[in-house]
């Protein structure tokens, strides 16, 4: 039986994915072979050492020691691009609030009493809150994976003409991309030409505090610019900088700060990006399946720490092997296996960084003697049978 230990509220569609009898899902379980988490942070946690997957229901895993999880042997995965539409439609949301003014007009509207000729103090004081339409506008679009791509793509269907930069842009989002967005060398030309940026970046070491006095220094003053990412890939102080001075017209931000609240120029909101069900309900269920699959199978699929890899299987007994990325492991897990008289019918062998993961379908259990000696190779970081074998 898998064992699954939840955190946070997870949805009920997702949990339902493991609602079979070699499944039991709770809060509290010992020794789980996996975690299902959302916002609970694990780096100062001690993992089980039963623990062989991590599920995040959700895109960003900041919240996981990832570097700790890979030593480790245990392999995290999240639910890129299952909660897309949802942040897609509240960047939508944004460029409106940040053109029209609508925010402002509304607290008007609540902070009046009920009066007599209300109907002419609306259309003498409605000329406070005019502003601009978004077709025609330049919508550059940074980052142009998942959200990215679904971004810019409504940019066109809104009549906006849309400009875009991802230098490591994946074939996959190149398909999903119109062509009629206009490819962009360089950021500093991206902010130069843009009336709105929308940023769809992960927080790495290159794109940590990435907007800058720098890339604000010559943008439109009517530019705004949203950040529905994360906070880190901005540097507010640079933002306020530029808004104070009328260099820049609004921030639109999921990720308020201490030192951002409460600035006239800014529109922020409390990280509800992907605060819809269905997205909710989108990366529960990704991130079940996904986490079946491997533990069934040893496959992996949106894996953040490890190749994604994936073998059909050919017979009821698999073995995957986990180990460091050096020369000749994989010569040593081959001739072990061939040293126990066991036939290899299948096998894939793929790396990511420093980890390497091998699945392999044997015609017959491997023993007690030849599993030890796979571990003993000094490399390997863990080994895992699946299927029926039975050991003392």
């Given at each position: 039986?898998?064992?699954?230990?939840?955190?946070?509220?997870?949805?009920?569609?997702?949990?339902?994915?493991?609602?079979?009898?070699?499944?039991?899902?709770?809060?509290?379980?010992?020794?789980?072979?996996?975690?299902?988490?959302?916002?609970?942070?694990?780096?100062?946690?001690?993992?089980?050492?039963?623990?062989?997957?991590?599920?995040?229901?959700?895109?960003?895993?900041?919240?996981?020691?990832?570097?700790?999880?890979?030593?480790?042997?245990?392999?995290?995965?999240?639910?890129?691009?299952?909660?897309?539409?949802?942040?897609?439609?509240?960047?939508?949301?944004?460029?409106?609030?940040?053109?029209?003014?609508?925010?402002?007009?509304?607290?008007?509207?609540e902070s009046l009493e009920k009066q007599d000729g209300l109907d002419p103090l609306l259309e003498k004081e409605k000329k406070r809150f005019a502003?601009?339409?978004?077709?025609?506008?330049?919508?550059?679009?940074?980052?142009?994976?998942?959200?990215?791509?679904?971004?810019?793509?409504?940019?066109?269907?809104?009549?906006?003409?849309?400009?875009?930069?991802?230098?490591a842009i994946s074939v996959e989002a190149a398909w999903r991309l119109s062509s009629d967005v206009e490819k962009m060398d360089n950021l500093n030309?991206?902010?130069?030409?843009?009336?709105?940026?929308?940023?769809?970046?992960?927080?790495?070491?290159?794109?940590?505090?990435?907007?800058?006095?720098?890339?604000?220094?010559?943008?439109?003053?009517?530019?705004?610019?949203?950040?529905?990412?994360?906070?880190?890939?901005?540097?507010?102080?640079?933002?306020?900088?530029?808004?104070?001075?009328?260099?820049?017209?609004?921030?639109?931000?999921?990720?308020?700060?201490?030192?951002?609240?409460?600035?006239?120029?800014?529109?922020?909101?409390?990280?509800?990006?992907?605060?819809?069900?269905?997205?909710?309900?989108?990366?529960?269920?990704?991130?079940?399946?996904?986490?079946?699959?491997?533990?069934?199978?040893?496959?992996?699929?949106?894996?953040?720490?490890?190749?994604?890899?994936?073998?059909?299987?050919?017979?009821?007994?698999?073995v995957t092997v986990s180990n460091r990325n050096v020369p000749k492991v994989l010569n040593q897990i081959t001739a072990i296996i061939a040293d126990?008289?066991?036939?290899?019918?299948?096998?894939?062998?793929?790396?990511?960084?420093?980890?390497?993961?091998?699945?392999?379908?044997?015609?017959?259990?491997?023993?007690?003697?030849?599993?030890?000696?796979?571990?003993?190779?000094?490399?390997?970081?863990?080994?895992?049978?699946?299927?029926?074998?039975?050991?003392?």
């Amino acid at each position: 039986m898998y064992k699954i230990r939840t955190y946070n509220t997870i949805s009920v569609k997702g949990l339902n994915r493991f609602s079979r009898e070699d499944y039991e899902v709770a809060g509290e379980l010992p020794h789980p072979d996996a975690f299902l988490i959302r916002s609970q942070k694990l780096h100062d946690m001690e993992f089980p050492e039963s623990l062989k997957a991590i599920g995040r229901a959700g895109a960003g895993v900041n919240n996981v020691p990832l570097e700790r999880c890979s030593e480790e042997g245990v392999v995290v995965f999240n639910a890129p691009g299952a909660n897309a539409n949802a942040v897609k439609e509240l960047v939508l949301a944004g460029m409106l609030l940040g053109s029209r003014d609508i925010y402002e007009g509304i607290k008007f509207v609540e902070s009046l009493e009920k009066q007599d000729g209300l109907d002419p103090l609306l259309e003498k004081e409605k000329k406070r809150f005019a502003g601009t339409e978004l077709i025609g506008k330049t919508l550059g679009v940074v980052g142009l994976g998942n959200i990215g791509s679904l971004v810019a793509n409504m940019g066109l269907a809104l009549g906006m003409k849309v400009i875009g930069y991802d230098p490591a842009i994946s074939v996959e989002a190149a398909w999903r991309l119109s062509s009629d967005v206009e490819k962009m060398d360089n950021l500093n030309s991206l902010f130069g030409r843009a009336d709105y940026i929308s940023l769809h970046l992960p927080v790495l070491e290159s794109t940590r505090g990435l907007v800058s006095d720098n890339l604000l220094a010559n943008v439109n003053p009517s530019l705004v610019l949203l950040n529905f990412a994360r906070g880190e890939i901005v540097d507010n102080e640079a933002v306020m900088r530029a808004l104070n001075e009328q260099r820049m017209h609004r921030y639109v931000s999921d990720f308020p700060a201490n030192e951002t609240l409460r600035h006239p120029g800014m529109l922020q909101m409390p990280h509800i990006g992907a605060s819809t069900g269905e997205a909710e309900e989108n990366c529960a269920i990704m991130v079940a399946d996904q986490l079946m699959d491997f533990l069934e199978n040893g496959n992996i699929s949106n894996s953040v720490n490890f190749p994604n890899i994936s073998l059909p299987r050919t017979t009821p007994v698999r073995v995957t092997v986990s180990n460091r990325n050096v020369p000749k492991v994989l010569n040593q897990i081959t001739a072990i296996i061939a040293d126990h008289d066991i036939n290899i019918v299948d096998m894939l062998n793929k790396s990511r960084a420093d980890i390497a993961y091998n699945i392999i379908d044997l015609e017959a259990c491997p023993s007690d003697s030849s599993l030890e000696a796979l571990r003993s190779i000094e490399e390997v970081v863990n080994v895992r049978v699946l299927g029926s074998c039975n050991y003392s």
